[in-house]
């Protein structure tokens, strides 16, 4: 069992920066491949980036160059810096803990989600 609680979500104006964490429970954390997923209202759930066990690391199109994605398995902490910020950034970011970055989206292991607003 692993449990995913997010946190560092906020309101940020364009060209702004913030970082997600996402802090696991359970002594398996450093195996599991780790994602974020965003939701905007009236939209699907899309993909924003994942991250293996050995570190290796993917991004959707839309974030890439401007998100990063890192872990921190001493603190089984799953951190997403985000810089330059755009509007269509705005969603509930949702952490995931899966075996493979691919398969994340059907994960039974999700957090609460934190709201993240770019708007000026």
């Known amino acids: 069992q692993v449990q995913l609680v997010e946190s560092g979500g906020g309101l940020v104006q364009p060209g702004g920066s913030l970082r997600l964490s996402c802090a696991a429970s359970?002594?398996?954390?450093?195996?599991?491949?780790m994602g974020w997923f965003r939701q905007a209202p009236g939209k699907e759930r899309e993909f924003v980036s994942g991250?293996?066990?050995?570190?290796?690391?993917a991004y959707s199109q839309s974030v890439k160059g401007r998100f990063t994605i890192s872990r921190d398995n001493a603190k089984k902490t799953v951190y997403l810096q985000m810089n330059s910020l755009k509007p269509e950034d705005t969603a509930v970011y949702s952490c995931a803990a899966g075996l493979t970055i691919g398969g994340l989206r059907d994960s039974d292991y999700w957090g609460q989600g934190t709201q993240v607003t770019v708007s000026s």
């Open positions: 991250i293996t066990s050995g570190g290796s690391t």
């Open positions: 359970g002594r398996t954390f450093s195996s599991y491949a």
